[in-house]
């Protein structure tokens, strides 16, 4: 069983390579039963999405 | 270079653009971008050099942008590419430094996890609803800003040399002189950081429940 410290370097490398089927299917259990992976899951990718968009200016335009 | 020496050198011809032969505005994006190249090249001489043709290259086209934002993001888009360039011409710069300090950035794991590896209850994420809202918002930027910009050094650089620059994994190892594991773990910590510190200063100011 995966710890939250483990899920989190999976989530972490599953930005930079494909991972494999043993892993996404330690992560998947994981990510059922734990909500702050689960959440931390989905902020990881939109910390690349806001990064790309920082590197477009996106911040320049902001206004509210 | 100087702005003077630019200037001699007639590079400014954009008159009209809101601009970048400005002397204040050109002394703060210059400065800016300085910082920017330097922590990512390792050197004064190397960051001088990106910048310098950054600028000239940005001053050559300069007529091309009507706003000081566009500007802004046009000029560190020549400088991204001068980075990456001067990166991969000249591979291996820190390699003891960048073992050092990723010994002293393994503290941040204890603060977040238990011995057991499982979230220590304060430091669990929070469910952010939907955050690509935030994307137009400036208080969530003056946010990302200063938690990008307290990153450790080599999380700052390899973060930035990856979602900024956006380099490859096998070509940021060549130029940082580190092993695809290094690379991941220091990449982990990165998202982390930054992850819990736009928790602390974004989302929970927000006043949201979580």
């Given at each position: ?64 | ?27 703060s994006l210059r400065s ?148 695809t594991s290094n690379l ?25 429940p979580c």
């Amino acid at each position: 069983m995966l710890n939250c410290q483990s899920v989190t370097r999976l989530v972490s490398e599953a930005q930079e390579r494909r991972l494999s089927v043993s892993e996404k299917m330690g992560l998947k259990v994981h990510l059922m039963m734990c909500s702050g992976c689960r959440n931390f899951s989905h902020q990881i990718p939109f910390l690349r999405q806001a990064m790309r968009a920082f590197a477009q200016g996106e911040n320049e335009k902001a206004t509210k | 270079m100087t702005f003077d020496k630019l200037k001699a050198e007639g590079v400014d011809a954009a008159v009209g653009a809101p601009s970048i032969s400005d002397p204040e505005l050109l002394k703060s994006l210059r400065s800016q971008m300085l910082k920017f190249a330097h922590l990512q090249l390792g050197d004064e001489q190397s960051a001088e050099d990106a910048v310098q043709e950054a600028l000239i290259g940005a001053l050559k086209n300069a007529a091309a942008f009507r706003g000081h934002a566009a500007l802004k993001t046009w000029v560190f888009a020549i400088l991204k590419n001068k980075i990456a360039d001067s990166l991969r011409q000249k591979k291996r710069l820190g390699e003891a430094s960048a073992l050092m300090q990723e010994r002293e950035e393994q503290e941040d794991l204890h603060e977040l996890f238990n011995a057991k590896g499982f979230w220590e209850p304060d430091e669990r994420p929070a469910a952010w609803g939907n955050p690509q809202e935030a994307l137009h918002q400036s208080q969530f930027w003056k946010v990302f800003e200063l938690c990008l910009e307290a990153l450790p050094g080599q999380q700052a650089r390899v973060f930035m040399m990856r979602e900024y620059i956006e380099l490859e994994s096998d070509e940021i190892c060549a130029s940082v002189g580190i092993s695809t594991s290094n690379l991941n773990v220091i990449m982990h910590r990165a998202r982390l950081r930054l992850r819990e510190c736009l928790e602390n200063n974004w989302h929970q100011t927000k006043g949201q429940p979580c």
